[in-house]
């Protein structure tokens, strides 16, 4: 729990960084939001980043909210599509894990999720979910996930997609949900918030903990090397208190 003033309002902010309660004693507020889902492993192709949503005016009252931050997607090798993000649950928002981007095993696509995994060999990337994040990158021979704040290979070839800012433990606001680069030929850098490098020649970078950012691809030969790890999740609640 911190606190801090911007604008000349002071906010008291509860950060998960895993699931846990949150406990409203007495009275009742209304509270501003952001809940994250984990971000999905690469293979690949980028994986994409977990779903991020954002809101204000959600009224508590005293009673315990239970809240549940999703975990990143375990890297995976290239012959399989990585695995996807857990979704995050909080004060009657969920968002979706990001979709793992594509492997190099015949005929497998970037799967879909909060934002949609990239693809490899000019398979299908994935689709976003609307509001939550965007589709994987559809050009070159492998593509970047998506992030919430664009498609992957938006930038570039191989690009991970922007994630978007968010509230944060102080007035700045951090960026979260990136998407993750691809590996292989095309090996594309991170989307800004969090998502891993992809690779020509190694694993994969993974997303960063508590970004909602997609890992990056790694090399398709030989199929040991892995796409790396989608970053977990993040739940931020805060509301406004006397300074």
């Known amino acids: 729990i911190t606190q801090y003033t911007d604008s000349g309002t002071t906010?008291?902010?509860?950060?998960?960084?895993?699931?846990?309660k949150?406990?409203?004693?007495?009275?009742?507020?209304?509270?501003?939001?952001?809940?994250?889902?984990?971000?999905a492993a690469g293979a690949i192709g980028g994986g994409g980043a977990g779903g991020m949503q954002t809101g204000?005016?959600?009224?508590?009252?005293?009673?315990?909210?239970?809240?549940?931050?999703?975990?990143?997607?375990?890297?995976?090798?290239?012959?399989?599509?990585?695995?996807?993000?857990s979704n995050s649950v909080a004060?009657?928002?969920?968002?979706?894990?990001?979709?793992?981007?594509?492997?190099?095993?015949?005929?497998?696509?970037?799967?879909?999720?909060?934002?949609?995994?990239g693809h490899y060999g000019g398979h299908a990337a994935g689709a976003g979910t609307a509001g939550q994040g965007n589709a994987g990158g559809s050009s070159g021979t492998s593509s970047g996930g998506g992030g919430k704040g664009e498609a992957g290979d938006t930038d570039a070839n191989g690009d991970g997609?922007?994630?978007?800012?968010?509230?944060?433990?102080?007035?700045?606001?951090?960026?979260y949900a990136g998407g993750g680069g691809s590996g292989s030929a095309d090996s594309g850098t991170p989307g800004d918030g969090g998502g891993g490098?992809?690779?020509?020649?190694?694993?994969?970078?993974?997303g960063v903990p508590n970004s909602g950012g997609g890992g990056g691809g790694g090399d398709n030969s030989p199929s040991l090397l892995e796409g790396g790890s989608g970053g977990a999740g993040i739940v931020i609640i805060r509301y406004e208190v006397a300074a």
Do not use: C, E, M
């Open 91 to 117: 004060l009657g928002t969920t968002s979706t894990g990001g979709g793992g981007g594509a492997g190099n095993t015949a005929g497998q696509v970037g799967a879909a999720g909060g934002s949609g995994g």
């Open 197 to 206: 490098a992809g690779s020509s020649s190694k694993a994969g970078s993974g």
């Open 22 to 39: 949150f406990y409203v004693s007495s009275g009742s507020a209304d509270v501003d939001w952001l809940v994250i889902a984990g971000g």
């Open 56 to 85: 204000t005016g959600y009224a508590v009252s005293a009673g315990t909210y239970t809240v549940t931050v999703g975990a990143g997607g375990a890297g995976a090798s290239a012959a399989n599509t990585g695995a996807s993000g």
């Open 161 to 175: 997609g922007d994630g978007a800012t968010g509230y944060g433990i102080t007035a700045t606001a951090p960026t």
């Open 11 to 20: 906010y008291r902010v509860h950060t998960f960084r895993g699931s846990g």
